[in-house]
């Protein structure tokens, strides 16, 4: 289109950036209709339809790029003014009949080839227990509220119970299996807990490669136990002020237990609580000393009903002392997503994306050991390649099954160098059986 204005490639280039904008697709669409593309201007109709189905707009638009005759608003009726009674003798006036309603299904039937579809159905499996989130690493956004005594500043947010639940998690099974056995049951039935004197307290580390859902799964833990749900990172408890970052962790463990049942998720432990050993400082010593204070209880059953949950990518640079029993003494291995969370994870990210046809079987299968900010940036720039061809031709093209596989050919898994790194630590520091579950792993995927 040599002889396009340059607005209409401007706007043709903001509606491939955009594709979910159906009032910047409707006027793109007007003016391709003004310069005589009628052809076009239906396809960018049909397109604002599958954005925003019944969309008035976007059908007259329709009605007209096709030269059909469309139904004309109703006219404003104005005040009737009173008339004198017509004589007994004057002629009937005939009404003037409605015009035909104009036939929107058989339209839209019309035009049903110009827009395929979004996803073909490769016999890959369906999607069952495959969440939109699912695996992502991405925090599904919940309401949040402010807890503590009104006023007090160092009052800490605690996320309300959320609807997010373990069947939200795409794949990963034998997460789903492990953190039910080992963690859920448990704590879901009282009365085995009482006739096996199980306390209502205890701590999981998540470790794994990074961008793998470690913080997801840790919201559906606390989804699935029906508890509040409080983060912590080490920017929200360091201080420069001595004595202040241990008073911070103090007071987080004291809103929980106010909240109870409440999840404690400490992200990134490795941060906050490394190896003391290792430490020059001696105020991230005392922050680490806190810590250790405020998850054994201090005073008896204090901790009834939080419930602590850490995540990690490096766990063999954790202070020994977290780890004991009572404390964090359980560990679950969280790896890269497996196939049908790879192809929850593709179909959220293309969720508001011009595709047609996208296998995403196919795309999973050739994204093995990708995490699922691997996946982001798959589908990221396969846009960004179907943008720029956009840009070039002047004419709007779809993202394709082909689009997506160059991408993840282009893009390395970023689990690879965590393994190279959790190899050796698997192999030569495997004290107490701590990483048996990495090892099978290993095994499995021929990497040892």
């Known amino acids: 289109m040599s002889d396009e204005s340059p607005l209409l490639r401007s706007l043709r280039a903001a509606v491939a950036a955009a594709p979910e904008d159906v009032p910047l697709r409707l006027h793109f669409a007007e003016l391709l209709l003004a310069e005589g593309h009628h052809d076009e201007a239906v396809g960018q109709a049909a397109a604002a339809l599958q954005h925003a189905p019944g969309d008035p707009a976007a059908r007259d638009l329709m009605a007209r790029a096709m030269g059909l005759p469309a139904q004309p608003p109703p006219p404003a009726t104005p005040p009737v003014p009173a008339t004198p009674a017509a004589p007994a003798d004057a002629p009937a006036l005939s009404t003037p009949a409605d015009p035909p309603a104009f036939d929107w299904a058989a339209a839209e039937q019309e035009v049903a080839d110009l827009v395929g579809p979004r996803f073909t159905d490769g016999g890959h499996g369906d999607d069952t227990g495959t969440g939109a989130g699912a695996g992502t690493g991405l925090e599904v956004p919940l309401t949040s509220e402010g807890f503590g005594d009104p006023g007090d500043a160092t009052a800490w947010e605690v996320d309300a119970p959320g609807a997010v639940r373990l069947a939200d998690v795409g794949g990963m099974r034998e997460v789903k299996e492990r953190l039910e056995a080992a963690f859920l049951a448990p704590m879901r039935n009282p009365e085995l807990r009482r006739l096996y004197g199980k306390s209502l307290r205890g701590g999981l580390l998540l470790y794994g490669p990074p961008g793998c859902g470690k913080t997801f799964i840790a919201r559906a833990v606390a989804g699935e136990l029906g508890a509040s749900f409080l983060s912590v990172s080490l920017a929200d408890i360091l201080d420069m002020y001595i004595g202040t970052s241990e008073r911070n962790v103090h007071d987080i463990f004291e809103t929980a237990r106010r909240q109870a049942p409440c999840v404690v998720f400490l992200d990134e432990l490795d941060a906050l609580g490394a190896k003391r050993s290792?430490?020059?400082?001696?105020?991230?010593?005392?922050?680490?000393?806190?810590?250790?204070?405020?998850?054994?209880?201090?005073?008896?059953?204090?901790?009834?009903?939080?419930?602590?949950?850490?995540?990690?990518?490096?766990?063999?640079?954790?202070?020994?002392?977290?780890?004991?029993?009572?404390?964090?003494?359980?560990?679950?291995?969280?790896?890269?997503?497996?196939?049908?969370?790879?192809?929850?994870?593709?179909?959220?990210?293309?969720?508001?994306?011009?595709?047609?046809?996208?296998?995403?079987?196919?795309?999973?299968?050739?994204?093995?050991?990708?995490?699922?900010?691997?996946?982001?940036?798959?589908?990221?720039?396969?846009?960004?390649?179907?943008?720029?061809?956009?840009?070039?031709?002047?004419?709007?093209?779809?993202?394709?099954?082909?689009?997506?596989?160059?991408?993840?050919?282009?893009?390395?898994?970023?689990?690879?160098?965590?393994?190279?790194?959790?190899?050796?630590?698997?192999m030569f520091a495997n004290d107490g059986g701590m990483y048996d579950d990495l090892l099978t792993h290993l095994k499995k995927k021929r990497k040892l």
């Not at 982001?376 to 002047?394: F, I, K, M, N, Q």
């Open 278 to 426: 290792r430490m020059h400082h001696s105020g991230l010593r005392n922050v680490v000393n806190q810590l250790l204070t405020e998850l054994d209880g201090v005073d008896g059953d204090r901790n009834e009903g939080v419930f602590v949950l850490a995540a990690t990518n490096v766990p063999w640079d954790v202070d020994l002392a977290l780890r004991r029993p009572g404390r964090l003494d359980r560990t679950l291995l969280v790896l890269p997503p497996d196939a049908p969370a790879r192809e929850a994870i593709l179909r959220y990210h293309l969720r508001e994306r011009p595709i047609e046809s996208v296998d995403l079987g196919k795309i999973a299968k050739a994204t093995e050991d990708f995490s699922g900010a691997d996946l982001a940036h798959v589908c990221e720039s396969a846009a960004e390649a179907a943008l720029l061809d956009s840009a070039r031709t002047g004419t709007i093209r779809m993202i394709t099954t082909r689009d997506l596989l160059q991408a993840a050919r282009q893009i390395k898994p970023s689990s690879e160098s965590w393994f190279a790194s959790a190899r050796n630590v698997a």
